[in-house]
Structures are given as structure tokens and as C-alpha cells.
């Protein structure tokens, strides 16, 4: 029978999260991001309340899931869709891409206010606000999410990492992908700085 390309080669087995160095591996990754968003949201639930407090930090995942070059973020959910339905991650990301923006159309146009309550925020309102050049940097973040989900989804599909192809194939391409995302980020900023100080570059 012919595997569907968008599914799994099989259901992974629970006891593999822990015996095949790949999937324990993902394991880890999933529980350290896990910790990482239930402890910001404490933070936040503190100091806003709860209700504002899922409200920013749902935003502030938003923001790490359209504007930085890995998918740690959207990873949150590719994981667990991907254990319990087989999908694979690649698909499950786009998925992950289309609330992550609805959330922020549902906030721009209905509750800009929100942006305020953090100064990342404050700076993720301002990149959706300003699409040039502001943008480049959810174009790049894109492909390079959209690669890293790849190796995700190569991870759960192997046991053992020198089995990996894809990710030894590409995974320069990866890195290429995130100095040009750090190099867009400190040229915006800089930009920035300069235009803030009245500081005018000649063409």
C-alpha cells in the first residue's frame, strides 16, 4: 500500500520517545519549550491576570513563530499533532502559520493595545505595522522555519542521527539562512537608530 506523502511512515510508538536517540531528542525539545511557555505565562498571567495574560502571551508566541528563522515556537503544536494524528510537521506548521496570523489580525485591527503591554510586542507591532522593510524579516523567518520543520519532521522519521540525510544535505543552507535573517535584523536596527537620530544615510 502506498504511503500518503502528507502522513507519517507510522504511528510512532510512545516507547520510542525514549529509546531512539532521534525521537528522545525531539522529547526534550518539546518539554524544555513546554517549560519555557507555561513559565512566561505565569509571568504574564501574574501580572495582567489571566485572561490579558493568555491574550500576550499568545501574541508573543505569534511573534516567535512568524519572525524567527526555527520553529521552536510553532513546535508547541506540530509536536503533538504530529504524535497523535501522523501528520507531518511540514503541514501541521502552516497550519501553526495561519493562527499565528489570525491571532494578529484579530489584535491589530481590534486590539492594538495589547502591543503595548511588552516591549516585545511593542517591536512586533512595528514590524506588522511598517511592511517595508519590516517584512523581509517574516519572509525570511518563513523559509527558514519551513526548513528547520523538515529536519523536525526527519527526526520522528529516523532512530539514529547519521541516518539523517536531509539534514546533513542542508543543513548549511539552514545556517546561510539564519546569518542572513541576524544580518536583516541589525540593519533594520540600525537603520532605526539612525533615523531616530535625525541621521539621514546619502544614497
Known sequence: MKQHPLLAPEKTNYADLTKHETKRHVMLKFLLIVAVFFAYFAFIAYRYG????????????????????????????????????????????????????FVNLYAFFLHPEMYEKTRLLEFFHQILAQPIPFWSIVLISGFGTFFSVKFGDELMDKSRHHERVLHQKHKHHHRILIFIFLFVIVLIFYRSLLKNLGIELPM
Open 50 to 101: 489571566l485572561q490579558q495574560g493568555f491574550f500576550v502571551t499568545a501574541l508573543s508566541w505569534s511573534f516567535f513563530v512568524l519572525c524567527t528563522p526555527i520553529a521552536d515556537a510553532g513546535f508547541l503544536l506540530d509536536f503533538p499533532i504530529r504524535l497523535i494524528t501522523r501528520l507531518r510537521m511540514f503541514l501541521s506548521e502552516i497550519i501553526v502559520w495561519i493562527l499565528a496570523i
